[in-house]
């Protein structure tokens, strides 16, 4: 199925489940607009606190739009829980249609946060934990797992912070690179400053590549990176201050000139270290609420606890963007879907 036809078919679908601003065709751009570069067409609520399979349908950490092989855009969504499980949706409704336990060599459960599905149908997991990067088949089974270099492994074996470590993932164009980035920063490095990690693939398997510096902005952390058909990233940054509720922002960010830092020990904002350059699209509580409700404070009921990220297409001049929360399984948050329309 062509991707065309693929976002045809989520946007009929979503339809009947999306809560949509009933404003008229002359308010109607300026209601989903979120700033100049990002509007919201719509969200959906339909899988929250939902099973399948007997399985629970929530802690959303990702999602992955599958390509078959010959770079043809294939129609698969699939969605990573951070519980070891892979969800295979439908494109028209959103609902599972297949469910994929994963774990490590041992057996044992992954926290599983980033997801890449590559083009012969394997799919490209991080766990946070170690971190560890691992493939696996389409059934689940480990295949390979990626080099990781030590002063990103967790401490005291290396210098990053529990569940700070890679979170987002992604294939560049062209299916050589990979990018992963780390959620927060090393232990040494200057706060907000946190590493981008590549790995190139060659001979069918990928080695470790060039490393980049990401400034955050102030009290947030990256759970999401999406690589743009240019080669650019689109970058979620997020926080949460109980009480008050969570920020959430999207960046353009482009790693094109930024400095190889896979050599460098400690980053402290050092002359001759270019970070990756980023611009900001949005901060997402400009959004239109379109009706949302939040269980818990906001400071639009639309937020929530958003981690995962996929470009599913474009249309005009616009990429179409699909974002995901990470419900915790906490009854005071939602599973939520929230699609957008980028410029860049």
Not at 1 to 20: D, E, I, N, W, Y
Not at 98 to 103: E, I, Y
Not at 271 to 288: E, I, Y
Not at 297 to 324: C, F, H, W, Y
Request: charged share 20%.
């Amino acid at each position: 199925m062509r991707l065309r036809t693929v976002l045809a078919t989520l946007t009929a679908g979503l339809a009947a489940t999306a809560c949509v601003s009933a404003a008229g065709p002359a308010n109607a751009v300026q209601e989903k607009a979120c700033s100049a570069s990002v509007s919201l067409d719509r969200f959906s609520d339909a899988l929250d606190k939902t099973t399948y399979d007997g399985t629970f349908v929530g802690n959303l950490s990702a999602l992955a739009l599958s390509r078959s092989g010959g770079g043809t855009p294939g129609g698969t969504l699939t969605a990573l829980s951070d519980r070891s499980v892979l969800f295979r949706l439908d494109a028209r409704t959103l609902r599972p249609t297949g469910v994929v336990p994963l774990a490590d060599e041992n057996g044992a459960a992954l926290d599983s946060e980033g997801l890449v599905a590559d083009r012969d149908g394997t799919f490209l997991v991080t766990s946070e934990t170690e971190p560890s990067v691992r493939r696996h088949s389409a059934s689940g089974a480990i295949l390979d797992r990626l080099p990781v270099p030590d002063a990103l492994r967790v401490a005291p074996a290396g210098r990053a912070a529990p569940n700070g470590t890679f979170e987002g993932l992604t294939l560049l164009p062209g299916g050589r690179t990979l990018l992963a980035s780390m959620e927060y920063a090393l232990s040494g490095d200057a706060p907000g400053t946190l590493r981008f990690q590549t790995w190139t693939r060659g001979g069918g398997r990928f080695a470790l590549g060039a490393q980049y510096a990401y400034r955050a902005d102030a009290g947030l952390g990256v759970p999401e990176v999406q690589a743009t058909p240019d080669g650019r990233l689109l970058v979620l940054e997020r926080g949460y201050t109980a009480g008050v509720g969570n920020t959430v922002r999207l960046y353009l960010a482009d790693p094109r000139r930024a400095t190889d830092t896979s050599g460098i020990e400690h980053l402290t904002g050092q002359d001759g270290v270019r970070p990756v350059a980023k611009t900001l699209l949005a901060d997402l509580v400009t959004c239109p609420s379109q009706g949302a409700t939040a269980k818990q404070p906001q400071p639009n009921p639309l937020l929530d606890n958003i981690e995962g990220m996929v470009i599913t297409g474009r249309s005009a001049n616009a990429l179409k963007v699909l974002l995901v929360s990470d419900d915790n399984q906490n009854t005071t948050q939602t599973t939520r879907l929230y699609f957008l329309r980028v410029r860049i």
